[in-house]
């Protein structure tokens, strides 16, 4: 039963960075890695079940990823033709067809092993682009499965401000239904806690202005609210933001001017839920972040694009890992 001693570890491990702060990547990576050695773990114990047994289980463990692979890389071809028709052409829109084409590619390429001959050099090659694709994998499953989780978590208890983010406007002056979606979750939150009878939060709205649009986004997004139906008192707007660090610090500076014991809640689109929260633990925000619904063809997309920004953020360790991952591709596949 050893071979379950390092799954425990990692397990508790993951428990007690969700309990200390549920805002890191460091928890996601922690969740894989819990359930990559308990998998393994759970192989190794394969040999002692009878064999009508073994071998569906040995199927399973080899077979279905295989075709999971095949069947996400047609997926996520389909789903970048569709946000090209839907979207247009910008780069942000081609992420899921260029990862469903990149996951074409590498079978390919694997494929193409066989017909090498003795080639070393070739051989080094396909054992690097497996490792670090198979890196990224890792990292994509790991980002993917714990925001996943964080966005289950829901509002407890009552809190003085509701964040919500901006994004563009169409038209240069017109929320969009991205941004509404946030909107109308800010709005839930602030009508089930007056609900209760308790005090509401103030709806903080939070948006500069960009180049091409005519007026700062928190004061389309201010004038939605009230229109909605929101008392005008209670909403504040932070106009000068540009970015989602910036979101988050200026509308700190405001909420601690106002109360510097204050709790919050920040309102995003799911996709963007658990990126803005580890900019939130960055910028010192006292609050979790919720995840408002976006439409399904819009999701893959947008979610690679949050996966790709948080693997910048972390570009010196995991370049240092790709770089350790190539090396050790080159020992095995030229035999030094």
């Not at 569906?56 to 890389?73: H, N």
């Not at 990224?136 to 009552?158: K, N, P, S, T």
């Not at 991205?178 to 948006?207: D, Y």
Request: charged residues 15%; aromatic residues 10%; glycine residues 10%.
């Amino acid at each position: 039963m050893l071979a379950f001693a390092p799954p425990a570890v990692l397990l508790l491990w993951f428990c007690w960075g969700v309990r200390q702060d549920r805002r890191q990547f460091r928890n996601a990576v922690l969740l894989g890695l819990t359930v990559l050695s308990l998998s393994l773990a759970l192989l190794t114990q394969v040999d002692r079940l009878p064999h009508r047994l073994a071998v569906p289980v040995y199927s399973l463990v080899f077979l279905v990823p295989v075709l999971a692979v095949i069947v996400l890389g047609g997926f996520l071809v389909a789903n970048g033709l569709t946000m090209v028709r839907k979207e247009g052409r910008r780069p942000a829109n081609l992420l899921s067809g260029l990862a469903g084409t990149g996951i074409f590619a590498v079978l390919i390429l694997v494929m193409t092993a066989d017909y090498v001959g003795d080639s070393k050099g070739y051989r080094a090659f396909i054992l690097a682009v497996v490792f670090v694709t198979g890196y990224l994998a890792f990292l994509f499953l790991c980002f993917l499965g714990y925001a996943f989780l964080y966005g289950r978590i829901r509002v407890r208890g009552d809190v003085d401000f509701v964040v919500m983010l901006g994004s563009g406007l169409i038209g240069g002056e017109r929320v969009p239904p991205l941004l509404a979606s946030r909107l109308r979750a800010g709005l839930t939150i602030h009508a089930q806690q007056a609900a209760r009878g308790a005090k509401p939060p103030v709806l903080l709205v939070s948006g500069g202005q960009g180049p091409d649009e005519q007026l700062p986004e928190a004061r389309a997004m201010g004038r939605w609210l009230i229109d909605q139906g929101a008392d005008p008192a209670l909403v504040l707007e932070e106009p000068r933001s540009r970015t989602t660090s910036q979101n988050l610090r200026f509308s700190r500076a405001m909420m601690e001017e106002a109360d510097e014991r204050y709790v919050c809640v920040v309102v995003t689109n799911n996709f963007h839920a658990f990126r803005a929260a580890m900019t939130a633990r960055r910028e010192g925000v006292r609050g979790q972040v919720l995840g408002s619904p976006t439409a399904s063809y819009f999701w893959p997309s947008a979610t690679i694009r949050e996966f790709v920004a948080v693997f910048w953020e972390h570009r010196r360790t995991n370049a240092v890992l790709c770089v350790l991952l190539v090396a050790l591709a080159v020992v095995l596949g030229m035999g030094l």
